[in-house]
Structures are given as structure tokens and as C-alpha cells.
């Protein structure tokens, strides 16, 4: 009986982050208009500071004590991943989520003590794309609605 209570409440947890993660961006996928951008770039930047704010805990954090922290990170990567950017920001936004997940999957393998050249690959990888992502965002934000 136990087993299903902790099922269900896990359900309803899981269900209520996947409601709230989807409706935190507007949705506004059809106008890449200067102000859907910046509107997006807002909501964006308050995520992007959660991720920040988490992945530098997780770097002074001892291994066995990252799950949690990576819980959270997790829990950031999807709620920009759920989000529904502008179409001239949807290429950015994606390097930044695969950049987020190289990142946890950094993490992931310091937690299994993996060989150190493949966390750094990790790690190295994820920096790279979060870092292209960030700038192809910030170069839209500049041009929008007029950007080639």
C-alpha cells in the first residue's frame, strides 16, 4: 500500500512540474516581432539565471552529495526546454538545452567517477554550446524583427 502512495504522490509531483515548466514562457512561436523576442528574452534570462545559479552549487559540491543539485539542474533544462520560443530563436535555444544536458551528463559521470578526459568532454561540450546558443539568442535579440 506504502508503494502506491509514494507512486502516486511522485505522479502528482511530476505532474504539477511538467504544468507549471509549460507555462512559464508565452507561447509565441509564430512572431519573432522585437517585442516577442524581448518578451521571451525576459522569461529566458530568469531561467538561464536558475541554471547559472545551480550549476555553480553543483561545482562545489562533493560527488556524493550531487544528486539533489542535479535534480534541480534537470528540472531547469526542461523548463526552457517545455518553453516555446519565437521561430528566429529556436535554433539558439536548443544549443542551450544540449548544452545544459552535456553539462548534467558531466555531472553524472563525476557522480560514477568516470575517466576525468570524459567529464571534461562532457563539460567542455556543454560550455561550447551553451556559450554559441547564448550569443546566437543575444545576436537576435539586437536584429529582430530584421535579422538574416
Sequence with gaps: MKKYTV???MV???GLTITSCQKTLPNSADSCSQNAVQSYYDDYSKILSS???ADKVAGATGRISLGPIILTMQSVKRELDFSTPPT????GVGKVVLGMESSIDGYIAFMKESDNGVIADYFSNGSKLMSTGN???EKTLKCAPNCD
Design 7 to 9: 507512486l502516486v504522490i
Design 12 to 14: 502528482l509531483i511530476l
Design 51 to 53: 541554471w547559472e545559479d
Design 88 to 91: 528566429c530563436l529556436e535554433a
Design 135 to 137: 550569443g546566437d539568442i
